[in-house]
C-alpha cells in the first residue's frame, strides 16, 4: 500500500492521494531509502499533492523536515531538482533552509554544484546561510570556481555565463575569497584545477591572492600543470604572475609534475616560459630523471631542445639512466607492462644519441647492465646488450675486487639472468679477467722492453767510429793528446758495448726477429723456470726418477729478502695454512673456491699457475708447499739457534 502513495505523489496524482488520505492511510511510512510521500513530490510543479500531505500539522510536524538515509530532506531533494515552485511553497511552510546532509553539504552548496541560479534570491531571502563548510572544509565559492571549466560528464555542463554569474553572487554578497578548504587550498587553487579560465580571471580582478599554497607547498600553477592545463598555465605565469619556479614540500616544481603525470603540451609550455630544465629537488633529482623513468620520450625530447643536461647524478648518485632501471623493475612487479615498453624505448633513443655513455657508472661503480643484472632483469639486460652494452665489463669494488655483470647475478642468486649472461652472451667473472688482462699487459712490455732494447744496440752499432788520420802530419800542437783521448773514449765505450752485451746473453735475451717473438711466446713458460732457478733454490716433491725428468713436480721456495727472515716465513706459513683450511671446506660444501690475490702472488712465485687446475691438485700442492716451509722455518731455528752470540766490546776486552 505504501508504493502506491508514493508513486501517486511522484506522478501529481493529488486526486489518488486525496481518497488514501480519507480512508485513513498512514501517510508517515518510509521507503527503502527512508523517505516520505513529500520527497516524492519534489520533483512536481504542483504542489496539490504536498498541501494535502501538509494540511495536518501533526503529520506536518514528522515529514516537512524528515531527512533520508543520506541526510537530504524535500527541500534538499527540490533543490537539486531546481523546482523554483515547490522550493518556495517548502520554505512558505517554514522547512528549515539551514539543514544539511550527511556530508554537511547545505542548501547553497546544492544550487551551486547543479548551476540553479534563480533559486539563489529564494533561499537567501529566507536566511539561508551562504557560507559553510561542508565535511572537507570546503564552501560554496569554491564549488563555485569550478564551474566555468568542461566537465568530464556532459551531463554536468553549465553554461560559463551562468558559471560566472553564479560566483559573482558570492563575491556580491562579501563572501571570504581567499577562504581555505581542508587542504588548505582557496577558489583561486580550486579554478587552476579545473582550467577555469574565466573565473581565475574574476578571482584575480577582486583581488584573490595568487600566491597562495596549500599544505604541501602547491601554488595554483602546479594545479593546472597536475591535471595538463596548458592553456591555464600561461595565463598564471603572464597576466597574474605566478612564479615559474616555485617548489612544493620535495622541492618540485610545476615542471615535474607535467613530466610525471605526462602532458606533454605542458611541458612544452612551461619549458617555452623559461623554466629550469636542470632544476634539482630535495632528492637531487631533475626532470629528466622524472622524463626516463616513466618512460615520457616526447617530453625528454622538449627537455633535450631546451638543453637540459640528462646526465646529472641524484643525491644517491644514480644518474637518470640507473634510476629508469630501477624503476623497470617496480613496473614488473605491479604488471605494468606498458610503462616498461615506453621506458625501453627511451633507453634506446638515448643510447643512440649518446652511444658511449652505455658503460656510465653510478657512485657504487655499477653500469646499467651491472644493476639490470643485479635484479635479474632479462628483458632490460637484452636491451642494454643491443644497445651496444660490454657483457664482461669491469666495476671495481672497495676491497679491489673487479666484479662483471655475470658476478652480480651469481652474488644476487639471480639464477636465469645468471644462465642468459653465461650461456648467450659469453659472461665470465671480473677476478679471471682481471687476471688475464695482467698477464697480457705484462707479456706485451715486456715485448716492448726488447724491442727498445734491440732499437738501441742496432742504433749503436749504426754510429759512426771515430778513426784518427795519421797519415796526415799534425800541425797543432794539440792534436797528439786530442787524439789520445778520443781512443780513450772509444775504448771506454766499446767496453760498455761488451757489458750490455754480455749481460743481455746472461738474461738470455736475443735480437727481436719475428721468429725469436713466436719463440718467446711459445717458451716463455720455459724461461721463467730458468730464470727461476737462477734466483731460488729447488725441492723436490720426490727422489724418484719421474720427479727428476718432471720439472713441474718441484716446489721452489723462494729465498729472497721479502722471506729471508723466519717471522716473515712464518707469515707466509700461516696465509698457507689458513687458505688451505678454506679450501677444504668450500670443496667440502661444494662451493666456489676463490684463490685471494696474496695466495695467487706465492703460487705464480714458486711456478705453479692454479688456472685450469682441479682442485685436488691445488690442495695437494698446498700441503707439500706447506711442508716444505715447515722444513725450511726448522732450519733455521737450528741454524740461529747454533751460531755463538755477539760478543761487545766490553766483554771482549775482558777476555
Not at 2 to 13: H, I, P, R, T, V
Not at 548 to 561: G, M, R, V, Y
Request: with cysteine; hydrophobic share 35%; glycine share 4%.
Amino acid at each position: 500500500m505504501s508504493a502506491l502513495l508514493f508513486n501517486a505523489c511522484q506522478k501529481g496524482n493529488s486526486d489518488y492521494v486525496k481518497s488514501l488520505i480519507d480512508s485513513k492511510y498512514d501517510i508517515n511510512q518510509l521507503d527503502e531509502q527512508g523517505r516520505s510521500a513529500l520527497h516524492y513530490c519534489s520533483e512536481n510543479t504542483d504542489i496539490n499533492c504536498a498541501c494535502l500531505l501538509l494540511k495536518d500539522d501533526a503529520i506536518k510536524t514528522n515529514i516537512l523536515n524528515l531527512r533520508d538515509n543520506e541526510g537530504c530532506s524535500a527541500l534538499h531533494l527540490a533543490c537539486m531538482n531546481g523546482n523554483e515552485t515547490m522550493v518556495k511553497f517548502l520554505c512558505e511552510q517554514g522547512a528549515n533552509v539551514e539543514l544539511v546532509d550527511n556530508e554537511s553539504h547545505s542548501l547553497i552548496h546544492w544550487i551551486t554544484v547543479c548551476g540553479h541560479l534563480h533559486l539563489f534570491d529564494i533561499l537567501l531571502q529566507y536566511k539561508a546561510p551562504i557560507h559553510t563548510a561542508d565535511i572537507h572544509n570546503a564552501f560554496p565559492i569554491h564549488y563555485a570556481s569550478q564551474l566555468c571549466s568542461v566537465p568530464t560528464n556532459e551531463d554536468l555542463r553549465i553554461d560559463s555565463v551562468k558559471g560566472l554569474a553564479i560566483l559573482q553572487k558570492f563575491i556580491d554578497h562579501k563572501v571570504n575569497i581567499d577562504c581555505t578548504d581542508g587542504q588548505i587550498r582557496t577558489p583561486f587553487m580550486w579554478a587552476a584545477s579545473a582550467g577555469a579560465i574565466d573565473a581565475i580571471r574574476l578571482l584575480y580582478k577582486y583581488g584573490a591572492n595568487q600566491l597562495h599554497i596549500d599544505k604541501d607547498s602547491l601554488s595554483a600553477l602546479h594545479c593546472a600543470a597536475t591535471r595538463g592545463h596548458a592553456f591555464c598555465i600561461r595565463m598564471l605565469v603572464e597576466q597574474c604572475g605566478c612564479p615559474i619556479e616555485g617548489e612544493d614540500l620535495n622541492g618540485c616544481t610545476a615542471l615535474f609534475y607535467a613530466i610525471t603525470l605526462d602532458h606533454p603540451d605542458v611541458c612544452q609550455v612551461l619549458l617555452k616560459l623559461k623554466a629550469d630544465p636542470n632544476h634539482k629537488d630535495n632528492r637531487g633529482r631533475t626532470p629528466s630523471h622524472c622524463a626516463i623513468s616513466k618512460g615520457n620520450l616526447i617530453c625528454l625530447k622538449y627537455l633535450i631542445e631546451s638543453h637540459a643536461n640528462i646526465w646529472i647524478k641524484n643525491k644517491r648518485g644514480d644518474y637518470p639512466i640507473h634510476e629508469a632501471i630501477n624503476s623497470l623493475s617496480v613496473n614488473k612487479v605491479r604488471n605494468q607492462t606498458d610503462e616498461s615498453l615506453q621506458v625501453y624505448n627511451i633507453i634506446r633513443y638515448i643510447f643512440k644519441l649518446y652511444p658511449y655513455r652505455i658503460s656510465i657508472q653510478n657512485d657504487e661503480h655499477r653500469t646499467p647492465l651491472h644493476l639490470a643484472a643485479s635484479l635479474g632483469d632479462i628483458d632490460t639486460c637484452e636491451v642494454l646488450i643491443e644497445c651496444g652494452a660490454k657483457i664482461n665489463s669491469f666495476m671495481r669494488t672497495s676491497a679491489g675486487n673487479y666484479l662483471t655483470p655475470y658476478d652480480l647475478a651469481r652474488i644476487r642468486c639471480q639464477e636465469a639472468c645468471m644462465k642468459y649472461l653465461i650461456h648467450k652472451h659469453g659472461g665470465q667473472r671480473g677476478n679471471l679477467l682481471a687476471n688475464i688482462y695482467a698477464r697480457r699487459i705484462q707479456k706485451y712490455y715486456r715485448q716492448y722492453k726488447l724491442r727498445k732494447n734491440s732499437l738501441v744496440i742496432h742504433r749503436e752499432k749504426s754510429t759512426p767510429k771515430i778513426i784518427n788520420n795519421l797519415s796526415k802530419p799534425s800541425t797543432n800542437i794539440l792534436t797528439k793528446p786530442k787524439n789520445v783521448l778520443l781512443k780513450q773514449a772509444q775504448l771506454c765505450l766499446d767496453n760498455k758495448k761488451y757489458d750490455d752485451l754480455k749481460k743481455t746473453r746472461s738474461l738470455n735475451f736475443q735480437p727481436l726477429t719475428k721468429n725469436s717473438l713466436v719463440l718467446d711466446e711459445i717458451n716463455a713458460q720455459d724461461r721463467r723456470r730458468v730464470f727461476a732457478k737462477s734466483k731460488t733454490t729447488i725441492t723436490p716433491l720426490t727422489h724418484s726418477d719421474e720427479a727428476k725428468l718432471d720439472p713441474t713436480n718441484k716446489i721452489i721456495i723462494h729465498t729472497s729478502n721479502s722471506i729471508s727472515t723466519s717471522n716473515k716465513l712464518y707469515e707466509r706459513r700461516k696465509l698457507l695454512a689458513e687458505e688451505l683450511h678454506k679450501l677444504k671446506q668450500a670443496r667440502l660444501h661444494h662451493h666456489y673456491i676463490v684463490i685471494n690475490r696474496p695466495l695467487y702472488k706465492i703460487l705464480i712465485e714458486n711456478a705453479f699457475n692454479p688456472q685450469n687446475r682441479r682442485a685436488d691438485e691445488i690442495e695437494k700442492y698446498l700441503e707439500t708447499l706447506l711442508k716444505a716451509y715447515d722444513t725450511e722455518l726448522e732450519a733455521i731455528r737450528k741454524r740461529t739457534r747454533s751460531v755463538p752470540p755477539k760478543l761487545n766490546r766490553r766483554t771482549s776486552q775482558l777476555l
